[in-house]
């Protein structure tokens, strides 16, 4: 009979969604040089001050680019899913 994945398994689970994600859309938006266009030109305009510029907004230090943060995230991810993996097999 099976047992439930332990507790620590979970939320390690949870912190490598979270640490993928971030890292992906970090990724993403460093990939991407132009905003997305919207069809409806309120919202559109309603969101021109939040244009996609590189310099106005750093979610890290300037040493480290938004693209390698977003792939240091996603390596970081891919380690904690194998760590939770193997705490989950070895408690069972």
Do not use: H, K
């Amino acid at each position: 009979m099976n047992r439930p994945v332990p507790r620590r398994a979970t939320v390690l689970y949870a912190i490598s969604a979270t640490c993928g994600a971030i890292g992906t859309l970090l990724w993403v938006r460093s990939q991407t040089s132009t905003p997305p266009s919207l069809s409806s030109s309120s919202y559109g305009s309603f969101l021109a001050a939040d244009a996609y510029t590189s310099s106005a907004w750093r979610v890290w230090s300037p040493a480290v680019p938004e693209e390698r943060l977003g792939l240091y995230l996603i390596a970081a991810g891919l380690v904690l899913a194998v760590a939770a993996r193997l705490f989950a097999v070895r408690r069972d």
